[in-house]
């Protein structure tokens, strides 16, 4: 069946790094863009970024550039967080997000447009 299932999440202390994975099956992984979304506790869901079908089209939310990076690994059906510096302000369930965009180079901001989601993992970083 068609799932999402992120992993690497982990408590860390600030300063730290984790890398999250985001493994993709049932589907043509290539023909979806790929969004990352955290929601901490009593708090809305929101957007940290999201890479278009090739990866050649990426975006932030602005609190994580240039300390999160994005990729995606097409062949292996993954798409990957890379989260350095971490803070306290990280602490969330982080989860991965598909946007079937038939290889248009769009992105998505809004978790309203994302047609799959994974369950989520807890990145909690410590003071």
């Known amino acids: 069946q068609v799932q999402l299932v992120e992993s690497g999440g982990g408590l860390v202390q600030a300063g730290d790094s984790l890398r999250l994975s985001c493994a993709a099956s049932?589907?043509?992984?290539?023909?979806?863009?790929m969004g990352w979304f955290r929601q901490a506790p009593g708090k809305e869901r929101e957007f940290v970024a999201a890479?278009?079908?090739?990866?050649?089209?990426?975006d932030y939310r602005d609190s994580v550039k240039g300390r999160f990076i994005l990729s995606r690994d097409n062949a292996k059906n993954t798409v990957y967080l890379q989260m350095n510096s971490l803070n306290p302000d990280d602490t969330a369930v982080y989860y991965c997000?598909?946007?079937?965009?038939?290889?248009?180079?769009?992105?998505?901001?809004?978790?309203?447009?994302?047609?799959?989601w994974g369950l989520g993992t807890q990145v909690t970083v410590s003071s």
């Open positions: 997000a598909a946007k079937l965009t038939l290889y248009s180079s769009r992105i998505s901001y809004t978790k309203n447009e994302y047609d799959l």
């Open positions: 049932g589907l043509t992984f290539s023909s979806y863009a």
């Open positions: 890479t278009s079908w090739s990866g050649g089209n990426s």
